[in-house]
């Protein structure tokens, strides 16, 4: 039986799988290849890297006219600073790599005889030109993980690497890939010999090119899907199919994620005479964020970084980024946390847009959890009382704002981010909350989605916009209640609220709390001060 993949590269036998040859520039790559280029081929964890290298050097090994080998260097990484252990650990894994993958004893049989002989820093320089001079074929190498190395062991690797260039292709491979998440450009070499920060780019600066692995499109999902139909008979909605790529934009790990979740986990879909619909993959989902999936939970502990916070901030304030580098920016890109749109920077997918948020505020929630019941803001009709419980958060805010921004490490978005666990923690378990945010866009969209009864129709709409004060009141008002408005008709709410938070300092909390309602082309909406 095949399932879909969420762990480690695809086999071709037990996953639904989209030919991993058909992900890279087949082109370019044989293109820089038969120039004898060494080069870069990058992307974000969980996006398919070590299932494309796999399929290139089988389709290299095949074609005859190399002999190509492809290792992973992660190992490598525990030795950190100390360059012997991690040249031992390279060069033993590629060996390894030589016998299984090629039947080639000749790396293993020379390999540590070198290293005892020659040292550390000329070791790899050495078995690879001795290798090349004995293979009757020029070798290409797909070194996998390469910025999993630190400091000095990686400044070795590339500068052996760099060093044997000039003797290819009889006495040096002719072709080198590096794989890793970043692109060189991006690898921060601290080291402890030079007591400086070299980048990577200098220390290997043979690069020819820097290609980067793209995410699934529309079309490769819709494929990756039908797999499943053909080997079960179970049809994929075509609303189904939309839903997960409207919240997964193709990420891989995510679209087999989903897939996994909703024909082998959820109860309903394990059925293969049901058809998976949209509202049991809106369900798959939240089942993934509450279980935060070790490729979330990585996800999420990137936002400790300063570099990624200094981009993600002001991305959940929705304000502009006049301060950031574009290697910061770049870096974000290249970790598949952020894209590039036709309306500018943002989140990579809806579903990370749900987790940076959650991730965030994680403790907060369970802080409220003993304080705030749900049940305390539900009517009789099983329908939220949402001006009830805005004004619990509040009463909550002006008491305990102060101390609660301080606990979080995103501090200037620390009213929006309270807001938002405090809805989380009432939500959890009969709704859900969808999140908007970006550069430029001067507030947070929150939209919830309130199931009050049996029927699909049963579902309370609710949009709140979260702003901050910006010059002043009236304009702030002004600007709030058009954009309240625009996202209930984009939602189709019926209830519409929207939230000013007032930083000026010395200010009294008897002048920034405030509630009152007003209408807005035809829609009414309740503006809370605070």
Known sequence: MKFFNTAGPVNNEKHYCVEPLERINLEAIFSLIESEKYFILHAPRQTGKTSCLLALMDYLNKEGKYKSLYFNVEAAQGAREDVYRGIKSILSEMSSRARSHLHDDFPDSICFDILAKRGEDNALNQVLTLWSEKSEKPLILLIDEIDSLVG??????????????????????????????????????????????????????????????????????????????????????????????DLTCGQPWLVNALAYEVCFKIKEGRDRTKNITKDMILKAKEDLIMRRETHLDQLADKLKEERVKQVIAPMLLGQTMDQIVDDDIQYLIDLGL???????????????????????????????????????????????????????????????????????????????????????????????????????????????????????????????????????????????????AEYMDKCGADEGYLIIFDKTKGKSWRKKIFKKEETFENKKITIFGM
């Open 152 to 245: 000095d062991t990686l400044i070795s690797v590339l500068r052996q690497i760099r060093a044997g260039y000039d003797k290819r292709p009889k006495e040096f491979p002719q072709s080198i890939i590096l794989c890793g998440v970043r692109d060189i450009n991006d690898y921060r070499i601290h080291s402890s010999r030079e007591k400086a920060i070299i980048t990577g780019g200098s220390a290997f600066n043979i690069k020819a090119e820097s290609l980067r692995i793209g995410d699934f499109s529309k079309e490769d999902t819709e494929k990756l899907y039908h797999c499943h139909t053909q080997e079960t008979g179970q049809k994929f909605t075509k609303e189904a199919i939309d839903i997960a790529w």
């Open 338 to 484: 952020i894209r590039k749109t036709s309306s500018g920077l943002r989140i990579s997918n809806p579903i990370y847009n749900e987790i940076i948020p959650r991730q965030l505020t994680i403790i907060a929630q369970y802080n409220l959890e003993p304080q705030y019941s749900p049940e305390w803001y539900i009517k009789a009709d099983n329908k939220l009382d949402m001006k009830k419980l805005i004004t619990a958060f509040q009463e909550f805010f002006r008491e305990n704002s102060e101390h609660w921004i301080e606990r979080f490490q995103y501090k200037e978005a620390g009213p929006q981010l309270l807001m938002q666990a405090f809805l989380q923690r009432i939500v959890n378990g009969g709704g859900i909350v969808n999140r908007e945010y970006g550069l430029g866009m001067m507030r947070t969209d929150l939209f919830i989605a309130w199931q009050y009864g049996e029927n699909k129709e049963d579902r309370q709409k609710i949009v709140i916009e979260l702003k901050m004060l910006h010059k002043s009141l009236n304009k702030t008002l002004e600007q709030g209640l058009m954009q309240t």
